[in-house]
């Protein structure tokens, strides 16, 4: 999927603000959110999380899930701003 634009996020004209688990983008395929990031990021706490894989979900734009289930992990930033998918998700981290 190729990020096209964030969702709530002011940037400068011309330049896409980058995403973060939690976040919902415009993509080639439809809207999603994102629920896993290869790149390393820091939590408030100070503990580093990366995961194997790139990951997202597609949703309609109140957030409704377009499947049934999660297969993998999702962050815990994720689940704390989209509450329905932390009871799709196997497991959050």
Request: with cysteine.
């Amino acid at each position: 999927m190729i990020v096209f634009g964030v969702f709530k996020s002011g940037s400068r004209l011309n330049r896409i603000r980058g995403a973060c688990p939690g976040s919902m983008i415009v993509g080639s395929v439809k809207k999603a959110i994102i629920v896993r990031q290869k790149k390393p990021w820091r939590r408030f706490e100070g503990d580093v999380v990366s995961f194997e894989d790139n990951s997202c979900i597609l949703t309609t734009l109140k957030g409704d899930l377009k499947g049934t289930n999660i297969s993998g992990p999702v962050a815990r930033e994720s689940a704390w701003v989209w509450p329905r998918i932390s009871i799709a998700a196997q497991g959050v981290l």
